[in-house]
Each structure stands twice: as C-alpha cells, then as structure tokens.
C-alpha cells in the first residue's frame, strides 16, 4: 500500500445522525447541521450551508443529556446535491468534555457491535 492510500484518521468513525450547531469564522450567524459520523477526534457532518477547506469552526454536538462544545477545522467538502458533506477535525474541547465523547462513542460502538 502506497502512503497516498493510507488511513489518516487516528480513530475510528462510527456512523451517528445527531443534530449540532456550529458557528463559522467567515460566518458568525449559529447554523444547524446533522453529524453522519463521529469520532474522538473530529466528525463528519452534513450542512445545507457551504464552507470552505481550512475553515475554523465553533461546534455544539448534542449529545443527550449534555451538550459537547469544541472548536474545529475543516478538512474537506465534497458538494452532493444541495448539501454539503464536511470533514471536520477536532482542535480544542474541554477535558471533561473529551470524557463524556470517549464514553458516548464507546457506548456508540458498542451497541453497533464495532468494540
């Protein structure tokens, strides 16, 4: 396998359709979006908005019974339609925040059977 085929994520992705908001440096009115999958570190997500590779993003994932803030960058985005799909890498979250999303996808996994 050469390395222009190689898996760049350190962390498995596990497919989840939760809703978030996020705010973008280019745009600061709150929009909404749904997550497609997830990750410890980052997400890929969903947007009728556009935005653009490197963009910075403040994100809120809710994730019942909390609501996960972070900040993050975007990796890609690929155009299907009139949506936006968005790879989002994750930059900063609260300690206590990165727990409770290393608990949720571990629960995540483990009801889909991915442990």
């Known amino acids: 396998m050469d390395s222009t ?3 760049k994520r350190q962390h498995p992705r596990i497919a989840i359709l939760r809703p ?3 705010q ?3 745009y600061p009115k709150t929009r909404r979006a749904f997550t497609r999958d997830l990750s410890l570190g980052g997400a890929g997500i969903q947007s009728v908005s ?3 590779s490197q963009e910075r993003l403040n994100l809120w994932f809710s994730f019942q019974p909390r609501v996960i ?3 993050g960058r975007v990796v890609h985005v690929r155009q299907v339609g ?3 799909h968005v790879g989002i890498s994750f930059e900063s979250m609260a300690d206590e925040d990165r727990m409770a999303l290393t608990q949720y996808v571990s629960d995540l996994m483990k ?3 991915q442990d």
């Open 69 to 71: 803030p972070c900040t």
């Open 20 to 22: 978030l908001v996020y």
């Open 24 to 26: 973008s440096d280019s």
């Open 111 to 113: 009801e889909k059977g």
């Open 5 to 7: 085929s190689e898996e």
């Open 82 to 84: 009139n949506r936006f």
């Open 50 to 52: 556009p935005l653009s």
